[in-house]
């Protein structure tokens, strides 16, 4: 079925409204496939579609900032059932919009981080750490079999005193 500039305009209009590819695609009459075959197939959608999603992040990102800082009313039942509203702030939320927008004293911190002064593919890396820790395993396995030998040198002593009767 061919769909008409006005019907992929309603997907776009839908999406930012809602957010949801499939929520707007529904309310336009159009199939969820659609929409992903003119995402690949039609630069003028794909790029209407991606302000629609900026303008669609910014809606989430303004009730994220308006949860966290304002808060939420929500009712609370005091004693003998009364109840009154009481606002309710994300802690959740905020952490996220703290991580969000300063990553470098709220994100999260990664020990496991490997920094690379050149830049070497994940084999070489795998190569490298293979080389390191089979050198490690042979190095432990020499001094293991050097702990095991034990010179007893009395033998030595019992040669050289037979030695010494064989000439005498």
Not at 29 to 41: A, F
Not at 104 to 115: A, I, L, N, P, S
Not at 141 to 156: F, G, N, S, Y
Request: proline fraction near 3%; hydrophobic fraction near 35%; charged fraction near 35%.
């Amino acid at each position: 079925m061919r769909h008409s500039q006005r019907t992929r305009a309603k997907v776009i209009k839908e999406f930012r409204k809602v957010g949801r590819v499939d929520l707007a695609c529904a309310a336009a009459g159009v199939d969820r496939t659609t929409h992903y075959w003119w995402m690949k197939n039609d630069p003028e959608y794909r790029k209407s579609f991606e302000e629609a999603r900026e303008e669609a992040c910014g809606l989430l990102e303004d009730e994220a900032v308006r949860r966290a800082y304002k808060g939420t009313l929500r009712p609370q039942a005091i004693g003998g059932g009364k109840v009154m509203m009481v606002t309710e702030f994300s802690d959740q939320l905020l952490m996220f919009l703290l991580k969000c927008r300063n990553p470098k004293v709220f994100g999260d911190r990664r020990e496991d981080t490997v920094h690379l002064d050149s830049q070497l593919s994940v084999v070489d890396i795998l190569r490298s750490r293979r080389q390191r820790r089979r050198a490690r395993e042979a190095a432990e396995e020499a001094a293991a079999k050097a702990a095991a030998i034990t010179v007893d040198p009395q033998p030595l002593e019992l040669e050289s005193a037979s030695e010494e009767e064989q000439e005498g």
